[in-house]
C-alpha cells in the first residue's frame, strides 16, 4: 500500500512575458494572487532578484509551500507546489499562466509518500 502525505505539481510555464518574470515585484504579485486563488495559507515569503533579471521565490504555506525560478531570457518559468492540506493547486497553475503571460503550460502531479507503488527504495 501507498502511504499518500501530498501531491507535488512541477510546472512548466512556456512563452511567458519576459517583463512578467523579470523582476520581483510582478512575480511576487502573482505567486501571492496564485496562492489567494488556490486558497492557500500564506506562512512566510522570500524573493531573490537575479541581476540583470530572473527571480527565485519561494512562499511557505500552511499546506507545504510554492516555488518559482524564471529566466525571462528565455521566457521560461518553473514552479512548484507541495500541497498535504485543501487547498486548490490548479488554482494556482492557471491563475500563474494568466499572470506571466505563457503561451504554453507543463504540468506534472506526483503523489508524495512511500510504499510499493511509490517506487522508494
Do not use: N
Request: with cysteine; net charge negative; aromatic share 12%.
Amino acid at each position: 500500500m501507498f502511504k499518500t502525505f501530498g501531491q507535488h505539481y512541477l510546472v512548466e510555464y512556456i512563452g511567458c512575458e519576459a517583463d512578467r518574470i523579470a523582476f520581483v515585484g510582478p512575480v511576487r504579485e502573482a505567486l501571492l494572487r496564485a496562492a489567494e486563488e488556490s486558497r492557500a495559507t500564506i506562512l512566510e515569503t522570500f524573493f531573490h532578484q537575479f541581476e540583470p533579471k530572473g527571480v527565485s521565490g519561494m512562499l511557505f504555506i500552511a499546506e507545504s509551500h510554492f516555488s518559482i525560478h524564471t529566466w525571462p531570457e528565455d521566457g521560461y518559468a518553473a514552479f512548484d507546489v507541495l500541497t498535504c492540506g485543501r487547498m486548490e493547486p490548479e488554482k494556482a497553475v492557471e491563475s500563474l499562466r494568466k499572470s506571466l503571460g505563457a503561451r504554453d503550460v507543463r504540468c506534472r502531479v506526483v503523489s508524495r509518500g512511500y510504499g510499493p507503488e511509490g517506487g522508494s527504495a
